[in-house]
């Protein structure tokens, strides 16, 4: 068990913990909407797709977009994860990002679907 993100206090008083696959997913979820510069140790982690939501809608965005989420992932999870498919699509102050990927550890694939304008 992994320490679930956002960090919280399970109904036990104890830390929330989530399974391998969710921490992956949480971990995803990091590097989606951590801006550069956000973290003290790690002044380059994330890839700050929350920063492009007001930017110039159109597929000159969604391309760059997708370009920035493939590397950050690969940099940030190649060790845990490999991206299968990668989708990246800009719409009224919403960017959703649908990630298909494949946990190294177990070989399971997963679909997910991270919203900028929706928190868990």
């Known amino acids: 068990m992994d320490v679930g993100f956002p960090f919280g206090i399970a109904g036990t008083g104890r830390t929330r913990l989530t399974g391998p696959e969710d921490h992956v997913r949480d971990m995803v979820e990091q590097v989606l909407f951590t801006s550069p510069g956000e973290r003290v140790n790690r002044p380059d982690f994330g890839c700050g797709l929350l920063d492009l ?8 965005l969604a391309a760059a977009l997708r370009v920035t989420v493939q590397g950050a992932l690969h940099r940030w999870l190649g060790d845990v994860i490999a991206v299968r498919s990668l989708d990246v699509t800009a719409g009224e102050a919403v960017l959703r990002v649908e990630l298909c990927y494949v946990l190294l550890a177990t070989g399971g694939v997963r679909t997910e679907t991270f919203d900028s304008g929706v928190t868990r």
């Not at 939501?53 to 000159?60: I, K, M, Q, S, T």
């Open 53 to 60: 939501v007001f930017e110039l809608n159109g597929p000159d």
